[in-house]
């Protein structure tokens, strides 16, 4: 199944705002994937530079290790242009 441009800009746009979360918290990619249970820096490199899709529950999993609302993960979405 292919995605969309579209699709593809929603998913660059929450792999920015986990990247920016990610920085704020202070953690490197390898503790955000250790704490999240992902297995470490480069499933979340994976993530953060949206390579594949990554799966909606890794990006639960992450903003919980962040200790930040599924929802932070998607601020702005609603506002990209179709």
Do not use: F, K
């Not at 705002?17 to 955000?32: K, M, T, V, W």
């Not at 953060?48 to 990006?59: F, H, L, S």
Request: no cysteine; aromatic share 2%.
């Amino acid at each position: 199944m292919s995605s969309s441009p579209r699709d593809r800009r929603i998913l660059v746009h929450i792999a920015a705002n986990l990247r920016a979360e990610r920085a704020r918290a202070g953690l490197s990619q390898d503790e955000l994937g250790y704490r999240a249970g992902l297995g470490g820096q480069q499933a979340v490199s994976r993530m953060e530079n949206a390579d594949g899709d990554g799966g909606i529950t890794r990006y639960v999993r992450a903003a919980q290790a962040l200790g930040i609302p599924v929802a932070a993960l998607l601020d702005g979405v609603d506002a990209l242009e179709s």
